[in-house]
């Protein structure tokens, strides 16, 4: 058993070791997660082990295993919306900027953004389940980290920041493309990055009531403070007319579907793009230089 046990670690595998007897002791303790049983296991075993099962039902061995799976897919996805949201909000800032000469959001305006999109609906969806069995059945043969981790976890976070980033960016071109003050495409800027961060949030974990209630309950309180006059104007924005809220609706959708876009140009990019690098001038991958000797 110790053979074993060290064969998978020197492998990169994460290895868990369940025994009850003295004899299972040094493979307990060589495991990165040892379980010792303590209703019929010897004291050596229960004394090498990281954690002990108190009962005789090895179930809960595997109930355990699919709950922290799903804890690490939940902290996962609530990376993927703090930093994807995150790089979003900054490359809006940095294209309104250089398009508009100032920034298009102020410091106030940031920080209600991070109030209504980081604290209570990112806290819910990492405290909420996936409650997605294909990922789960998907994930059960691989290491969590090649499952969740790594790119997977890069591709959310890319498309998050780029589906924020249009859907700011359109509410604010139509705000200075049609009637109204600089305020007032501040404000659509503002509602649509705020709208656009919580409508990936609920898209993600529609079957969560707890993400519904902290998402709706965000957006209903930006609403809320942007149509009342006085706490309008303290944070630099402006009650919104019909069209206004149209147009910042209109941005939202136009984002989500750039979003469900994203994996098909993604990987048209990823079949072409090799293609058009063997006709582009130059030396091609792999060619021995010419003069040189092969």
């Keep these: 058993k110790l053979q074993v046990v060290e064969s998978l670690r020197d492998a990169g595998r994460v290895v868990g070791m369940v025994g009850d007897g003295a004899n299972d002791a040094a493979a307990i303790r060589a495991a990165d997660i040892g379980v010792g049983i303590s209703a019929r296991g010897s004291a050596a075993a229960r004394n090498a082990a990281d954690l002990v099962v108190t ?3 090895l179930l809960v061995l595997v109930e355990a295993v699919r709950e922290g799976r799903a804890l690490w897919h939940s902290v996962a996805d609530a990376i993927a919306i703090l930093i994807g949201g995150n790089a979003g909000e900054v490359g809006f800032g940095i294209l309104g900027t250089v398009l508009g000469g100032a920034a298009p959001l102020s410091t106030r305006q940031m920080l209600l953004v991070n109030l209504f999109t980081d604290l209570f609906p990112a806290m ?3 405290v909420t389940k996936t409650g997605d069995p294909e990922q789960e059945e998907a994930d059960a043969g691989a290491p969590l980290g090649t499952a969740v981790l790594g790119e997977p976890l890069l591709r959310q976070i890319r498309h998050r920041a780029l589906t ?18 600089e305020r007032r495409s501040t404000t659509m800027a503002l509602c649509a990055v705020v709208g656009t961060q ?19 309950g965000s957006a209903a309180a930006l609403v ?7 706490a309008s104007r303290l944070f630099g924005c402006t009650p919104l007319g019909p069209v206004a809220w149209t147009g910042v609706a209109a941005a939202i959708a136009l984002a989500l579907a750039g979003q469900r876009a994203l994996p098909g140009v993604e990987d048209a990019i ?17 060619a021995v230089p010419r003069g040189a000797k092969g």
């Design 224 to 230: 809320a403070l942007v149509m009342t006059p006085g």
């Design 270 to 286: 990823g079949r072409y793009w090799p293609k058009v690098a063997e006709r582009l001038p130059g030396e091609k991958p792999g």
């Design 55 to 57: 009962g005789d039902d």
């Design 124 to 126: 819910a969806v990492a």
């Design 164 to 181: 924020t980033a249009l859907g700011a960016t359109a509410a604010w071109l139509l705000g200075r493309f049609t009637p109204g003050t």
């Design 198 to 216: 919580l409508a990936q949030t609920l898209a993600d974990r529609r079957d969560s009531r707890l993400v519904q209630v902290t998402s709706l």
